[in-house]
């Protein structure tokens, strides 16, 4: 145990509601900073959360693929109460080509973002043992 | 396989409120007893019992479903509990049409309900885990770390999608919010009834921007309970008898922001409605009065589209030409809706389900819809990643 509640409870949380490929996951943004989905040998499709097989074709030959490069700002808001992020926070939708829509914390506010807009994937710590992943626009990156 | 027709007989409901007035047990049976005197059954008649979980937003229950039939001292030939999120209570309906149908119930006894959750703020460390642990089970082991609260910014990612693909406007959507209010207005179970103009909908608390307060169907609780059977079973008590035409389910493989397809435009709705239209062999014309499972303002005229009722784009005129209320091509939501009526996500659907019931009958609690025969009811889970959609006809 931590001392840190909200650390503690989420590690726990995650051991019941996670999957083997979202432990991979954090290992990878923990170590290798990278952002990954799963790419499937088979049907050539990448996916988003991570699986350890293929939800196309239900193959097992997958691999890991940092994911990101080109990504667009879909859509975002902020939330008055939430457990990682407040108003003015930002938490958006990000269009990965090859990938799809997936659901990011965005650095910026909501009066100068701007749908469409270039995106940067960059890795957050939250708390020991503990990362997330944000999108940033490119030119502030 | 041949398979019986199916109708609603009976029905009870608490209006819905912001806490159950009484203790959650209590309120189910009540209803449940209702609904079974209300279909003119005796409780040794009913022999299915299909029950959505006591309470989705408040605490977990273990083994809800033998303690209720204990409770009710039913003996049945199906005792089933179902969860799949706001869908949930349609699809234990469905399950009690099935078993109707199928011949393995006679007449089948459907209870839902929903209760607020009572977090423990006094309590961090307990607060805490509770939040960690929904959070967690709700968005799942990748997405939890991001740490959303409840799926209202996914909606208003849907909401914001909406104007900027189709060019409507903040006004345009907080006039359902007004809409469903005046319908509120004129029904006595429904928990918000005072008028709100456009104006106190786009001053109320944001949310999520572009999502208001007054855009946002409140966490409620509330009971409801039907009886499905035969129609010849149902006939005793001179009402007209209301059959159910038709059933379309649909899931797209996601959950919440869907990684491929859109947020403006649900598969779910229109695959589901599609299967139900063609299962009851009707078309959206046909349909004088429906319920539908909007839970936040731009989601009501995006299902208004996707069910067909207008076209892609147009729900706002839709609404705002008078089209979807007293007196237009279809009256959406007179219960007032989930944004008005108030929203025990648990049982919601079958909330709907009985208001579409009663106005075919003739009795509904609030303003009756003219020479109701054709009924529709929507209901969703995650965001519209999967739809129900039902219709029911009056017989003469």
Not at chain 1, 84 to 90: A, C, D, N, T, Y
Not at chain 2, 34 to 53: K, M, N, R, Y
Not at chain 2, 242 to 254: A, D, F, L, R
Not at chain 2, 284 to 307: Q, R, W
Request: hydrophobic fraction near 40%; include cysteine.
């Amino acid at each position: 145990m931590s001392g840190n509640p909200l650390q503690d409870f989420t590690l726990q949380a995650l051991k019941i509601y996670g999957t083997s490929a979202s432990s991979e996951l954090q290992r990878r943004l923990a170590i290798d900073r990278t952002l990954c989905g799963t790419h499937c040998e088979t049907c050539r499709k990448t996916t988003f959360p991570p699986r350890d097989f293929c939800p196309s074709c239900f193959t097992n030959e997958v691999s890991w693929q940092e994911i990101g490069d080109g990504a667009t700002l879909y859509a975002f808001t902020s939330q008055n109460r939430a457990l990682r992020f407040s108003h003015p926070e930002v938490i958006g939708v990000v269009d990965i080509p090859g990938v799809g829509l997936v659901m990011s914390p965005i650095a910026g506010t909501l009066e100068t973002l701007k749908l469409g807009q270039a995106l940067a994937c960059e890795v957050i710590d939250l708390h020991e043992g503990l990362c997330a992943w944000r999108f940033c626009p490119v030119e502030n990156t | 396989m041949s398979t019986n027709p199916l109708t609603i007989a009976g029905i009870s409901t608490t209006p819905v409120t912001r806490d159950l007035p009484t203790p959650l047990l209590d309120a189910c049976s009540t209803v449940a007893r209702s609904a079974v005197q209300d279909a003119g059954l005796a409780p040794s008649e009913i022999d299915g019992l299909f029950l959505t979980p006591a309470s989705m937003s408040g605490e977990p229950w273990l083994m809800y479903a033998a303690n209720l039939a204990e409770h009710l001292g039913l003996t049945t030939k199906g005792l089933v509990l179902v969860e799949n999120g706001g869908a949930t209570a349609l699809l234990a309906l469905r399950s009690a049409m099935d078993a109707v149908a199928l011949g393995r119930c006679k007449a089948a006894l459907v209870v839902a309900s929903d209760t607020r959750p009572l977090l423990d703020t006094n309590h961090f460390e307990s607060f805490i885990r509770n939040v960690a642990f929904t959070t967690a089970a709700l968005y799942g082991g990748v997405n939890a770390v991001l740490g959303c609260g409840p799926p209202i910014p996914i909606y208003a990612m849907s909401h914001q999608r909406y104007m900027h693909e189709f060019g409507v406007t903040e006004e345009e959507i907080a006039l359902s919010s007004v809409r469903m209010r005046e319908h509120a207005a004129l029904h006595p179970m429904a928990q918000f009834r005072e008028r709100i103009s456009v104006a106190d909908v786009l001053n109320s608390k944001p949310l999520s921007p572009p999502i208001h307060l007054l855009q946002a169907a409140s966490i409620s609780s509330g009971a409801c309970a039907l009886v499905v059977t035969t129609p010849e079973r149902a006939t005793e008590k001179g009402r007209p008898v209301v059959e159910i035409t038709g059933y379309g389910e649909h899931h797209h493989p996601s959950h919440f922001i869907p990684r491929s397809g859109s947020i403006t435009q649900f598969e779910s709705v229109t695959e589901a409605a599609k299967s139900a239209f063609a299962e009851g062999g009707i078309a959206p014309k046909d349909v004088d009065v429906a319920e539908v499972y909007g839970v936040f303002g731009a989601t009501e005229l995006i299902l208004y589209e996707d069910l067909g009722f207008c076209s892609k784009g147009e729900g706002a005129h839709f609404l705002a030409d008078g089209r979807s209320t007293f007196g237009g091509d279809v009256v959406i939501n007179p219960s007032g809706g989930r944004l008005s009526m108030g929203h025990p996500a648990g049982a919601t659907p079958l909330y709907e389900v009985a208001e579409v019931v009663r106005q075919l009958w003739g009795e509904a609690p609030g303003k009756q819809v003219d020479d109701a025969t054709v009924g529709l009811v929507h209901a969703e889970h995650g965001m519209m990643n999967g739809s129900v959609v039902m219709t029911l006809e009056k017989r003469s």
